[in-house]
């Protein structure tokens, strides 16, 4: 059987735009702009409110495992780009449960910058350690919330999970140190 490739070249090239405008068409754009501000913003707000952090990090006890200074901006950027998606995927969808899934997650936010500003600005390691445990609570909550409304959207939140659970065993690290 012999097959036309300028057939098979059209066909593939309607059904790439065809897949392309059902999802880009989906998308809810101004939504997903403000989720992601949200997002990211709270890392700017975290940023200004230790903006010698990264120095800070260069002259304190670093535990077996630490990762380069470098690297902390552009986890926690990837980290934020992905919570700001997953919230949008909640924020549009049509569960009960939206209001307060999104609620827990604007806590969790706020948990975050406190705990930069506990570790950074105050040097308060242990009470950081502490805090850091309800961060990682609240995430773990956003989580079972957002996976029920939206699996995805609970699954793009498990790497900020696990990196907060990298900081816990830093953060502890660190405060033993100078206990």
């Known amino acids: 059987m012999n097959i036309n490739c300028s057939y098979c070249s059209t066909f593939f090239i309607y059904y790439r735009k065809k897949v392309r405008e059902h999802v880009l068409g989906k998308i809810k754009w101004k939504e997903l702009l403000i989720s992601l501000l949200i ?7 975290s940023w200004l409110l230790t903006s010698d952090s990264m120095e800070q990090y260069q002259t304190i006890y670093k535990p077996p495992l630490s990762p380069p200074g470098w690297l902390f901006p552009v986890v926690w950027t990837i980290l934020f780009i992905l919570m700001g998606i997953a919230s949008y995927l909640v924020y549009i969808s049509d569960s009960s449960e ?8 604007i806590f969790q936010l706020a948990a975050n910058v406190i705990w930069s500003v506990l570790f950074f600005n105050f040097n308060a390691y242990l009470l950081a350690f502490a805090w850091l445990i309800v961060l990682w609570y609240l995430i773990f909550i956003t989580i079972k ?16 999970l696990l990196w907060v659970s990298f900081a816990g065993y830093l953060n502890l690290a660190i405060a033993l140190h100078y206990f």
């Open 98 to 105: 939206r209001s307060s899934a999104l609620l827990v997650y």
């Open 145 to 160: 919330q957002f996976y029920s409304i939206n699996k995805l959207a609970g699954k793009l939140m498990i790497p900020y």
């Open 39 to 45: 997002s990211l913003g709270t890392g700017v707000v």
